[in-house]
């Protein structure tokens, strides 16, 4: 059952084992579902599709020496 975490502060690095990140391909679906989510949870069935589709994409997963790695991917593209 997908969950959701909110968190009140910053975590430091240091306290992470990995980072999770979609896939380049992912953005526009995954923007998608997160202005549908409210609908979806109040039973939208147009906006819960919106939220499956996102959840359709796998999740990356890095460990934390790679961060850099991405931050710097990410700044060429």
Known sequence: EPGEVR???SVPLA???AVHVDS?????????AAAA???ADGGDEKA???????EEHDL?????Q???GLVAAREDS
């Open 24 to 32: 380049g391909d992912a953005g526009t679906e995954v923007a998608a």
């Open 66 to 68: 790679e961060i850099a």
């Open 7 to 9: 968190l009140a502060g």
């Open 60 to 64: 990356l997963w890095f460990a934390t």
């Open 15 to 17: 306290k992470a084992a």
């Open 48 to 54: 819960q599709a919106a939220v499956d589709a996102a």
């Open 37 to 39: 989510l409210a609908a």
